[in-house]
């Protein structure tokens, strides 16, 4: 597994990682999870050249971090650990952010629910150091920390040996730039993939401005650029994927089109003896800007398919092919 650095912190990891917000379960995944398998598909991710294994507090309120925690026991020293904090349920502090499994979510960056925050999820992962704690979301009105506040309280973390690296997820432009300026930021988490190139414009260039790391998520799109989404598939209420505000390209009249541009792929899988989601992670990954892709998985062959996509080169003639193609659909869907 190729591996590049998180910005400037030194800190390697493997190009693809494991997204592990499945692993939290919940209705907004259909169904719900078996923690052994969980267990099961991280180690089996591990042995498949994956390091990076990116968790969060409120992937599951807390269970994703168990799990992961469980599955890594012995092998700590073989991980890059990322989990994350500002989405908070245990009380009325911060701002109200949305409902989530039934349960009111606040996001919250004040220095005070972070330092109870990082204490909880390092007992939950069963460690004491978090290789690169990211803040989940920007703090918001009423309850707006400035991000100063947020910032000094993190590198005060960092300076403990509490966490190792600094970074922030789904900032606006604008938000990432006083995020660098107040403290050692050395990554940015966002949703990129062939079907929603909007960071193309703003984020990812100011990314490779501040030599930052770029943490690339719904990549696969939720499982539908892998090509396993037929047209016969339903989702059942509350699963984000039936929801079609949340991601149009869901919707049957897009999800038809996309399956036939994947369709057209074919002498492509052929030609590198790679499945569709192998190629799509390779394309994304051969981006300009993007360094790491996050990849869910369910189960151990989904984990192990999944790395074997950050070993995949793609020729230059061939991505621009490919970008011809994402770019022919019809981006209002979007």
Known sequence: MRTRKLGNSGIEASVVGLGAWVLGGGTVWGKDTDDAESIATIRAALDAGITLIDTAPAYGFGRSEEVVGKAIHGRRDKVVLATKCGLWWDDQRGSYFCEFDGRPMRRSLRPDTVTTEVENSLRRLGTDYIDLYQTHWPAIDPDKTPIADTM???????????????????????????????GDVASNQFRYSMLYRAPEKDILPACQRNHLATLTYMSLEQGLLTGKV??????????????????????????????????????????????????????????????????????????QENARGGDLLIDSKDLAAIRKEVEGLDESAQ
């Open 230 to 303: 037929g047209m016969d598939r339903t989702f059942t209420p509350g699963d984000f994927r039936s929801n079609g505000d949340w991601n149009p390209w869901y919707k049957v009249e897009n999800r038809g089109r996309v399956l036939a541009m994947l369709a057209r792929f074919k002498p492509l899988t052929e030609k590198y003896a790679c499945t569709t989601a192998q190629l799509t992670i390779a394309w994304t990954l051969a981006q300009s800007g993007v360094t790491h892709t996050l990849a869910g998985a369910r189960r151990a062959i989904q984990a």
């Open 152 to 182: 000094a309280c993190l590198m005060k973390l960092k300076e403990q040996g509490k966490i190792r690296a600094i970074g922030v997820s789904n900032v606006s432009p604008a938000e990432l730039a006083e995020n660098v300026a107040a």
